[in-house]
């Protein structure tokens, strides 16, 4: 049995007793960084083998783990925060478990575009997750501008490193248009900003951005 189990993305108190049950049953737990996981693993006393599994070695490492679920193994993947499968090469494994006929389940959990869409009041009974924005200034822009004629909430990551340069898109694009920006969820410094994309940009040009954002149009 292949088991995609949630973790914290975060605070390490949000996990379910069921995905510890899973984890401290398991043969083997596929990670996105081991040395991440080992974290949240020696918290819970939680002494299974762990093996990485991440983007550039997803095909040889995909491999090995399904001649383990083909020989009657069970194995579970996690990613670093949240659910695997979203924004990693956890849907690759998958594919490959239902090509071959191999059992597996989603153990649920935190997101952290979840957590940022109901943290900001607006509508999510229709929304889009956008993931990451484009890198480059031209096509993030663009892609900007596609999703401003959207009729619904827009959700996205971004990182610390490319947060101002995004929030000036976000006013060219958006204008007076107030947007939800999410930092750090679930974690100590947690705060939620609801202003127009101008005052954001202010506040962190003022203040250093740091730990991973969230952001709701």
Do not use: W
Request: glycine content about 6%.
């Amino acid at each position: 049995m292949l088991y995609i189990v949630a973790t914290p993305i975060g605070n390490l108190q949000d996990i379910t007793l069921r995905a510890l049950e899973v984890l401290k049953s398991v043969d083997l737990i596929a990670c996105e960084d081991t040395r991440h996981t080992k974290i949240l693993l020696e918290h819970y006393g939680i002494k299974i083998p762990t093996t990485s599994y991440f983007q550039h070695n997803q095909i040889i490492k995909g491999e090995y783990l399904l001649r383990l679920l083909k020989d009657g193994k069970n194995v579970a993947l996690v990613s670093d925060a949240g659910m695997p499968g979203i924004l990693d090469p956890g849907y690759q494994i998958i594919n490959s478990a239902i090509a071959n006929n191999i059992s597996f389940t989603v153990i649920p959990g935190a997101a952290a575009f979840v957590n940022a869409l109901v943290l900001s009041g607006r509508p999510a009974h229709r929304f889009v997750f956008e993931g990451f924005l484009p890198v480059k200034a031209q096509a993030r822009r663009n892609r900007l501008q596609e999703l401003s004629e959207l009729k619904c909430t827009v959700v996205f990551y971004e990182s610390c490193h490319r947060i101002l340069k995004t929030l000036q898109d976000l006013e060219a694009v958006f204008g007076e248009r107030e947007i939800v920006c999410c930092r750090e969820l679930t974690k100590k410094f947690e705060e939620v900003l609801r202003a127009k994309p101008a005052v954001i940009l202010d506040n962190f040009q003022k203040n250093r951005p740091r730990g991973e954002f969230v952001l709701v149009i």
